[in-house]
């Protein structure tokens, strides 16, 4: 039987109850365990300064020093998942790389939604420590999965996204996960075929099926658009499309 590996969480919020919950929620994840809970950034801060920890729940206002300082300060930050009951602070979230953001009051759907997202990260630094990164060829990116090499043709690809040093390709049969930064995929794809329309994601234009608010719909998936791209983003689906 194969053993599944168990990443250190540490919690840090100003907030009793805050913490008792994210704890809970974590009670029904086996891979993720609770080391250490910590009622300031400053507390952390001295914890982390001993002690390694994979995966950091960090709430945002606290008192003395921000949760998004305190990240600021770190050299070698592990994955990070904010939280707060504040929803202006999502943007700064995202500037920093972290690996989600939740805003409170924290429903277990949600949570395990970025707990997931968390260990698919997680699991995949442990399993590629020494991961090849993708190669375009022709019409086609090729990526090293599981020593083996998978050649993806562009046209079958979704969507694509961007997983901190990781990218998650999405075709119609299969999810393909390969070391590349997302930046780096987007110079290397057709402006004509793909783009960029968030942060975090980018879209085979071919493959989009409507647009609804501020989401592209492809299939059964739901793709953000952002408000600064949105414009140019219906200007080359309406020329894609057209």
Same mark, same amino acid.
């Given at each position: 039987? #194969?053993?599944?590996?168990?990443?250190?969480? %540490?919690? &840090?919020? !100003?907030?009793? *109850?805050?913490? =008792?919950?994210?704890?809970?929620?974590?009670?029904?994840?086996?891979?993720?365990?609770?080391?250490?809970?910590?009622?300031?950034?400053?507390?952390?801060?001295?914890?982390?300064?001993?002690?390694?920890?994979?995966?950091?729940?960090?709430?945002?206002?606290?008192?003395?020093?921000?949760?998004?300082?305190?990240?600021?300060?770190?050299?070698?930050?592990?994955?990070?998942?904010?939280?707060?009951?504040?929803? #202006?602070?999502?943007?700064?979230?995202?500037? %920093?790389? &972290?690996? !989600?953001?939740? *805003?409170?009051? =924290?429903?277990?759907?949600?949570?395990?939604?970025?707990?997931?997202?968390?260990?698919?990260?997680?699991?995949?630094?442990?399993?590629?420590?020494?991961?090849?990164?993708?190669?375009?060829?022709?019409?086609?990116?090729?990526?090293?999965?599981?020593?083996?090499?998978?050649?993806?043709?562009?046209?079958?690809?979704?969507?694509?996204?961007?997983?901190?040093?990781?990218?998650?390709?999405?075709?119609?049969?299969?999810?393909?996960?390969?070391?590349?930064? %997302?930046?780096?995929?987007?110079?290397? *794809?057709?402006?004509?075929?793909?783009?960029?329309?968030?942060?975090?994601?980018?879209?085979?234009?071919?493959?989009?099926?409507?647009?609804?608010?501020?989401?592209?719909?492809?299939?059964?998936?739901?793709?953000?658009?952002?408000?600064?791209?949105?414009?140019?983003?219906?200007?080359?689906?309406?020329?894609?499309?057209?």
């Amino acid at each position: 039987m #194969e053993t599944k590996t168990i990443y250190k969480c %540490l919690i &840090v919020d !100003d907030e009793t *109850l805050a913490r =008792i919950l994210i704890r809970t929620h974590l009670l029904q994840i086996p891979e993720l365990e609770v080391v250490q809970e910590c009622s300031s950034a400053i507390e952390a801060d001295h914890y982390l300064k001993t002690h390694k920890v994979d995966l950091l729940f960090l709430d945002i206002q606290m008192q003395h020093l921000s949760g998004i300082d305190f990240l600021k300060s770190l050299e070698n930050p592990p994955k990070v998942i904010f939280t707060t009951a504040y929803s #202006e602070f999502a943007l700064d979230g995202y500037e %920093l790389n &972290v690996v !989600d953001y939740l *805003l409170k009051p =924290i429903t277990f759907e949600r949570f395990y939604k970025a707990a997931h997202k968390a260990l698919e990260l997680l699991n995949l630094e442990n399993e590629n420590k020494e991961a090849e990164e993708a190669t375009f060829i022709d019409k086609s990116i090729v990526i090293k999965s599981s020593h083996q090499h998978i050649k993806i043709l562009l046209t079958d690809i979704l969507f694509i996204e961007g997983l901190h040093k990781y990218v998650k390709i999405v075709t119609e049969k299969k999810n393909h996960t390969t070391l590349i930064a %997302l930046t780096a995929m987007e110079e290397e *794809l057709s402006t004509l075929l793909f783009y960029r329309c968030h942060r975090s994601f980018i879209v085979n234009l071919s493959k989009v099926e409507l647009i609804d608010g501020n989401q592209a719909i492809i299939g059964t998936h739901k793709i953000p658009i952002s408000k600064l791209n949105k414009q140019e983003f219906l200007v080359k689906l309406g020329k894609k499309i057209g």
